[in-house]
Structure formats: structure tokens, C-alpha cells
């Protein structure tokens, strides 16, 4: 990030000052509801202290959001009908309904809209948490807070910028890409960075800044980040949002949860919010597309780079032996400048077929692929030397498209270790030196 646009960020935060979910009465509230020897007339007390607070309080405990078919008509009232473990929770999600109220800026959302978004991000992360064992803490503040960076960005960048970004991409990881391309930063981060204010960066900093995934790409460090990001998506998506496909997969394998999660929290967090037809309305069978989208190369069929190279992995710490086969298209710019891009990507296509009928295969970019045989020396050799016969044979050429060929290099965890990213070394070194030799045929490491 830009000196310049950090500076921008630290003034409007300074101007901003502390928020009220994370200090004064909510922060007395929250460690009173947390200490087993607190009485219930100690959080009466403590609430009643602040007017203000105990007005908001009652009247969210009243609202729509909690459905209670009896209206508390006192503080004391509230906290026995909600009970210690919930009261918490009220108080923060009420705070964070005043603090959108009293900020300006929305970047192109109502704060009446904000504040249910969060409300039901913060219920379905903590569902999500509960039945994963991460801390429902953490990320229901997390949730609540996730896209606070919305109301800072228009302040130090102005509104006109910020609110042209909502008009072209109004939520997802796609805007996020748009703000730190235009403003240099993106709401997660600088949402991240008003929380950091109160000096507990950890835990909270973190799992905000994450929600829409890392700078490089979509991550899931933490069982927290995952809730929260899962829990984003599930609302987005029954609001009509496409989820970023890739986020969902990194999430789920960070919570080892299958995609029926999703329609489990679905149901249990958002039932006032969401019909129960929307719910089961085919989530799960949405959210399962979404993994097998994420998992294969959208082109071939094949598993995509990072689906192979974890599916690899497993079985090489599984003490499993075998090869690996790296494959590269001979003078494959040449083929795809002379029929262009459509005939091409059938070669791709054609070829990724005979890979798959040989061993576990992926695409690792562009024309190169990979290939896993539980196998000897011998058979691999063999099966290798077959790959390169059977394209030829396939695909001969004809008067518009030359004779296609591949080259293959063969690396063996017997012989090389275990280590995949060796392996791949290893095999491209012998494919280099099969292209070398000639082209169309295959080159065992070390022959």
C-alpha cells in the first residue's frame, strides 16, 4: 500500500475515533456476560448506566430481528428473556446498528440494508463456528464488522469514487479487486484497520481483512476466517449474489465441511429472514456445483492445478509410490496461431482425454499437464511412451491442422522423494530433455 493512501486511511480512521461495539458499554457487557461469577443485577446496572445504550438495547431486543411473542418492557426484563449467553450478542449487533446510523457514507448501500447484511453474516458464521469448533467470539464480531471498511472508503476517498465502484461490481471479491485498483485498498482492509484502532490486532484484524480472501488469491488461514467467509457467502447467495467459487472451496477444506453445511446453517441462522423454500432450495446442490467448478479445469474436465497438486500430495504422504508424468504440447503457440484459439483448445481437449484414461490427471496451465501413476519404473515408462503414441494417432493432422505431438518427462517418488515440488522439477528437467531430443516421445529422470 501507498504511503499516501495509508496516511489518507490513519486520518479518517483518527476522525472516526473508537467504535462503540468494541468499547464502553458494549465492552462492559460483553466481559460481564462472559464472567461466570457476574450477577444479573450487575448487567442491569451497567446497562442502565448509559440512557442512550439502554434505549437502543430495548429496542432492538423488541425488533423484528428476535420475533418474541412477549415485548420486554425493562432492561431487566431483556436480559431474562434473552438470557446471558445471547445478551452479548444483542448488545453488539444494537451498537453496530447505531454506529451505521451515525457514520456517514454508505458506499452504495443503505445502512438499513448494511445492518442486516451483517446481522445475518455475524448468525451464520457463528452457526457455522459452533458446529466446527472455531470461536463463535470472534467471528460473530467478525461478521458484524466484516464490511465496516464500506463506510471508511468513502470518506477517504470520497463518496463519487466508491460509489462508482458499487455501481460497476456492488459486492464480492470482484469489487474488492476494483477498489485496490482504483483507491489502492480495499473495505476489507480498511475495516480491519478501524477495528485495529482499539490495539487488537490478532484474531478480529485478520479474520476482516481475510473475508473476501488474500491479496494473491482466495485463502482461508484460520477456522475464524473461514466462518466468516462461509457465512458471507451463504447470505449473498440467497439474496441472488454468485459466490466466489474458489473461496467457497478454500473455506470448506479449512473447516474439513462438506457443502451441506451450508444449507445446515441456511436454516438455523436465517429463518426469519428467509423463507424456508429459499433455504432449501437447492443451496447445497449450489454450493456442491460450486466445489466441483472449483476443483475441475473448466476447459478439459480435468482437475485444475490446485485440486491435482493437493490430490498428489495426499497420496505421497500416504506413503504411496508412484510417478509423476509432466506433459507439454509440442510447438503448441504454433498450432494455435495456425487454426486459432477454438481448434486449439478441442487439441487441449482431445488430449486431456487420453491423459485422464491412463492415470489421475490435471492441467496445470495453459498446454501442460501432470499425470499420477501408482506404478514401477517399467509401467510408467510404458504407460508414458503410450500417452505419446495414442496422440499421434489421434490427432494426425490434417490440411488444416498440423500432426500434434506431446513430449513427457517421468519423475518416480521411489527414486526422487516425496516431495511433490521436487518431483515436478525432476519431470520437467526430463521433459526438457525429451523436447531436446527430439520431441514426441516420453524421458525417464536419471535414464
Not at 463506510?151 to 470520497?158: D, K, R, T, Y
Not at 469514487?161 to 456492488?170: N, P, T, Y
Not at 454450493?287 to 497420496?315: F, K, P, Q, V, Y
Amino acid at each position: 500500500m501507498k504511503p499516501a493512501v495509508r496516511d489518507r486511511l490513519d486520518r479518517t480512521i483518527e476522525d472516526i475515533g473508537p467504535l462503540p461495539v468494541l468499547s464502553g458499554t458494549v465492552a462492559r457487557v460483553r466481559a460481564l456476560s462472559a464472567d461466570p461469577d457476574a450477577t444479573t443485577p450487575q448487567l442491569v446496572a451497567t446497562i442502565d448506566d448509559d440512557e442512550a445504550f439502554s434505549a437502543n438495547l430495548l429496542r432492538y431486543a423488541n425488533s423484528a430481528a428476535y420475533a418474541r411473542p412477549l415485548r420486554a418492557r425493562t432492561i431487566h426484563q431483556a436480559v431474562t428473556m434473552v438470557g446471558r449467553d445471547a445478551l452479548a450478542r444483542i448488545a453488539m449487533e444494537s451498537a453496530t446498528y447505531s454506529l451505521l446510523e451515525q457514520l456517514p457514507g454508505t458506499g452504495g448501500r443503505s445502512r438499513g440494508a448494511m445492518h442486516l447484511h451483517a446481522v445475518s453474516v455475524a448468525s451464520c458464521a457463528v452457526e457455522i463456528a459452533q458446529r466446527t469448533g472455531a470461536s463463535a467470539e470472534v467471528v460473530h464480531l467478525a461478521g458484524l464488522l466484516h464490511d465496516i471498511g464500506k463506510l471508511v472508503m468513502p470518506l477517504a476517498f470520497g463518496a463519487d469514487a466508491v460509489d462508482a465502484i458499487a455501481r460497476e461490481q456492488a459486492s464480492g471479491s470482484a469489487r474488492v479487486m476494483r477498489e485496490r485498483e482504483r483507491l489502492g485498498v480495499d473495505h476489507a482492509f480498511a475495516g480491519a484497520l478501524l477495528a485495529d484502532q482499539e490495539g487488537i490486532r490478532g484474531e478480529l484484524f485478520e479474520t476482516i481483512s481475510f473475508h473476501h480472501g488474500g491479496l494473491p488469491g482466495p485463502e482461508s488461514p484460520t477456522r475464524e476466517i473461514a466462518c466468516v467467509q462461509l457465512g458471507n457467502v451463504v447470505v449473498g447467495m440467497l439474496a441472488g449474489d454468485e459466490a466466489d467459487q474458489e473461496l467457497v472451496h478454500v473455506a470448506l477444506q479449512q473447516l474439513g465441511a462438506a457443502p451441506a453445511l451450508l444449507d445446515e446453517v441456511a436454516e438455523a441462522a436465517l429463518p426469519k429472514q428467509t423463507p424456508a423454500s429459499a433455504a432449501n432450495d437447492g443451496l447445497a446442490a449450489r454450493i456442491a456445483s460450486l466445489e466441483r467448478l472449483a476443483s475441475t479445469d473448466e476447459l478439459t474436465g480435468l482437475a485444475n492445478r490446485r485440486e491435482w497438486l493437493a490430490r498428489t500430495r495426499t497420496r505421497l504422504v500416504g506413503s504411496e509410490n508412484g510417478a509423476v508424468l509432466v506433459c507439454d504440447v509440442d510447438r503448441f503457440k504454433q498450432i494455435n496461431d495456425k487454426v486459432g484459439h477454438l481448434t486449439a483448445d478441442l487439441v487441449l481437449t482431445e488430449i486431456a482425454r487420453v491423459l485422464g484414461r491412463h492415470g489421475d490427471a490435471g492441467r496445470l496451465g495453459g498446454d501442460e499437464f501432470a499425470v499420477w501413476l501408482s506404478c514401477d519404473a517399467a509401467a510408467a515408462q510404458d504407460a508414458a511412451t503410450a500417452i505419446v503414441e495414442e496422440v499421434c494417432a489421434r490427432l494426425p493432422g490434417d490440411g488444416e491442422l498440423p500432426a500434434v505431438s506431446v513430449s513427457i518427462g517421468v519423475a518416480l517418488s521411489g527414486e526422487h522423494g516425496r516431495e511433490l515440488t521436487n518431483l515436478l522439477e525432476v519431470a520437467d528437467t526430463a521433459l526438457y530433455a525429451a523436447k531436446e531430443a527430439g520431441r514426441a516421445r516420453a524421458a525417464l529422470a536419471g535414464a
